[in-house]
């Protein structure tokens, strides 16, 4: 039975798509696109950092520069939180730079230090030349936060960065020293070291860090590796400090005071539902999708071999595995603890976490395919373009770019405003409405609410507050 002339005009117009698709050329136009598309982001992105001003928390450990440090830390560990080392960067930082003008310049100074550790753990690890480990590091970091939730609590805001975009660069940085093919004593005792200060910035790195390392330290034992000491030692480390973060009496009050209905059993199904289609949506997120799927396509990436993918296949498989499920539970004690979703700043920081367990993974499972000749794939081209489109489309993109033209500059103003005020009892005009990517906390109405005292107390004045507006009343 003959085709009709209608189908095979189809087909011919289909086969010259997949063939103009397949054309290295079409393929090469594609990743310039996708350099292009970045680039303009990444610099949409770091182009707020200058508008950023502090907010309520920055103010409260800002004025605390009165204190003898270690009555700062004693104070903090006893009464609100365990986490020594992320006190005490906030004491050595946040009362000393000027929020004029530094507070921007330091995050992004934070913001970079997180794509250098990304890309040296993608060279280290991965086994990836410079070029191509800072062109993955820059990508997946552009990925991450236009993917995922709002970053103003991980991005803008300098307590939130300083509380878990370190302590995510420690962690990169710890892999990236105990990836190295020849382990000095040095690095021994910087990977070390660095094990035992990341529970200290942050618990929940901490729990995540002693997944991880739990999982590859049976492995190493089971195989007798030589290096297996200094993984045991970092993981040690890593529970000894997590020990000591969690027995803070501190934790206990913050957790009663914060979260009264955590970890109770009527909270156990809403905790399980919120973690659940978080996933899933995180899964279906374009940007996320098809990252993924470029990355599983590239030759570049193909290519690579490092050392530990020479292991046996059930290791490559069971590992990631494992590793996931440990998170997974881990995700939802902290989704538990908030009886749902948590705030912003924890789903960023979840949100980076799965983005690099799941890219690992990925990579591992793809490591036992036979290499074979590369050629150019139509699948290349299209993934890469629709990577550049989700990308410029992405919510916190347009927030971003809406921000940058629209709320940035005016809140800015109205915030150095505040810095500037001389009046021992202040009264400052309505504030303009928050940009969409920062986070927001401000001076309210009330001079007694918390914000306000925080204010008031780091530019040592009686108190601050917006001025009332007036009334509206409908016809």
């Not at 290295?24 to 770091?46: E, M």
Request: charge should be positive; proline fraction near 5%; aromatic fraction near 14%.
């Amino acid at each position: 039975m003959s085709k009709s002339p209608l189908s095979i005009s189809t087909e011919n117009q289909g086969g010259a798509l997949i063939d103009i698709f397949a054309d290295p050329r079409c393929a090469l136009l594609s990743r310039f696109i996708l350099f292009i598309t970045i680039g303009l982001v990444a610099a949409a992105f770091f182009a707020l950092f200058p508008f950023t001003s502090p907010v309520a928390d920055d103010y409260c450990r800002g004025a605390r520069s009165t204190m003898h440090i270690f009555s700062y830390l004693i104070l903090e560990y006893r009464g609100w939180s365990g986490r020594w080392m992320t006190n005490l960067l906030h004491y050595l930082i946040l009362p000393n730079i000027n929020f004029s003008w530094m507070y921007g310049f330091v995050l992004a100074v934070l913001a970079w230090a997180q794509i250098y550790s990304a890309a040296r753990f993608v060279r280290d690890v991965l086994g990836a030349a410079n070029r191509l480990s800072w062109a993955l590091g820059v990508a997946g970091y552009i990925v991450w936060i236009t993917s995922g939730p709002t970053v103003g609590q991980n991005l803008y805001w300098l307590t939130g960065a300083i509380e878990y975009q370190v302590a995510f660069i420690a962690m990169l940085l710890v892999f990236s020293l105990l990836s190295q093919d020849r382990t000095s004593r040095f690095i021994s005792v910087v990977s070390v070291a660095l094990s035992f200060v990341i529970p200290a910035l942050n618990d929940l790195a901490g729990a995540t860090l002693i997944c991880v390392l739990v999982v590859l330290c049976g492995v190493l034992i089971l195989e007798r590796a030589g290096n297996r000491r200094i993984w045991l030692a970092c993981l040690i480390a890593a529970l000894v400090s997590f020990s000591i973060v969690a027995g803070a009496p501190g934790d206990k009050i913050r957790k009663a005071h914060d979260f009264p209905h955590g970890w109770q059993a009527a909270t156990i199904l809403p905790a399980a539902k919120s973690i659940i289609l978080t996933r899933v949506e995180w899964a279906l997120d374009p940007v996320f999708f098809s990252a993924i799927a470029l990355w599983i396509l590239l030759p570049e990436v193909k290519h690579l071999r490092p050392a530990w993918t020479q292991t046996k296949r059930a290791y490559l498989y069971g590992c990631p595995l494992l590793i996931l499920s440990a998170c997974f539970a881990v995700d939802y004690l902290v989704a538990w603890l908030h009886s749902g979703d948590p705030p912003p700043r924890v789903d960023t920081w979840i949100h980076m976490v799965w983005s690099i367990l799941w890219f690992l993974t990925l990579f591992a499972w793809t490591r036992t395919a036979t290499e074979k000749q590369q050629t150019a794939s139509p699948f290349q081209t299209v993934f890469a373009l629709m990577l550049s489109i989700s990308i410029l489309f992405a919510r916190n993109t347009r927030d971003v770019v809406s921000d940058l033209f629209r709320r940035a500059p005016a809140w800015h103003s109205a915030h150095l405003r505040i810095l500037h005020t001389t009046d021992k009892v202040a009264v400052v005009p309505a504030l303009p409405q928050s940009p969409k990517s920062f986070y927001d906390a401000d001076i309210t109405e009330d001079p007694r609410y918390w914000t306000n005292r925080c204010v008031e107390n780091y530019l040592n004045i009686q108190s601050i507050a917006v001025a009332k507006q007036p009334a509206s009343y409908e016809k």
